[in-house]
């Protein structure tokens, strides 16, 4: 009978690569489709809904979701404790491990879903937070979350067939990512940020396969810049009417 507490036979079925993102879907023992992630000397299993490790933490579907329910009951004087502080980085790890996997396994809009979650915890800690360092640790990340919602946003709209819309994608999260760079007093680095360059890069690239040129949020703001304002009239009706 084998014994359920070795996993060799797992693991040697199969091989971490250290070069490559192992990732696949697998049913469960009670038939639930689950995601594993080979790493070094293991595996991980994440869930696919809700939390990724399958908790339910004091009764909420996440973390994050139980900090916004004690915030509201204590009112404006709630700060995290090192306690909350540290579930609070175990939530961070688990979306960040489930957020990559998604990318690799090419589920664009489910990794978008992960990342909003991701920076909602990130602006519940500013707020909430009484130790600016560990803020810190966690916002020096935010460029590269935004990244990742950015570029998943972009190909979930390429996939929906949607070239132009994947093109203005990538613009509103590069415009929300200098944003961070502005506030950090770090705008001059903004151009020469390696993430900025490949998100550039994929739009030209995007532009170029697809045939896109100008969008017409661009044309837009082509318009207002240059004060044409009739102009950009009637390009605020054409994205009215093609927002209804």
Request: with cysteine; hydrophobic share 35%; proline share 3%.
């Amino acid at each position: 009978m084998p014994d359920p507490d070795n996993i060799d036979e797992v693991l040697n079925g199969w091989p971490y690569d250290p070069s490559a993102l192992s990732v696949r879907t697998v049913n469960a023992a009670d038939g639930r489709e689950v995601i594993q992630m080979r790493i070094d000397m293991g595996i991980l299993q994440l869930e696919m809904d809700g939390r990724p490790d399958r908790t339910r933490p004091h009764g909420f579907e996440t973390y994050f979701d139980y900090l916004i329910s004690l915030s509201a009951e204590k009112g404006d004087d709630f700060e995290l404790d090192e306690d909350q502080c540290n579930e609070v980085d175990r939530e961070f790890v688990q979306y960040y491990h489930r957020r990559i996997c998604w990318l690799r396994l090419q589920n664009y809009r489910k990794a978008v879903a992960d990342a909003d979650h991701t920076l909602g915890l990130m602006d519940y800690c500013k707020e909430y937070s009484s130790d600016d360092q560990w803020t810190v640790t966690h916002e020096q990340y935010r460029p590269f979350v935004m990244f990742h919602r950015t570029q998943a946003l972009a190909l979930a709209e390429l996939e929906d067939q949607h070239a132009e819309a994947a093109v203005e994608a990538i613009n509103d999260g590069l415009n929300k990512i200098r944003d961070v760079f502005v506030e950090y007093e770090a705008e001059d680095q903004f151009d020469e940020d390696e993430l900025v360059q490949r998100l550039h890069e994929l739009r030209e690239a995007l532009r170029k396969e697809y045939d896109v040129g100008r969008t017409l949020h661009e044309r837009l703001r082509d318009a207002v810049a240059a004060e044409q304002y009739e102009l950009a009239a009637k390009l605020r009706d054409e994205l009215m009417r093609r927002q209804h």
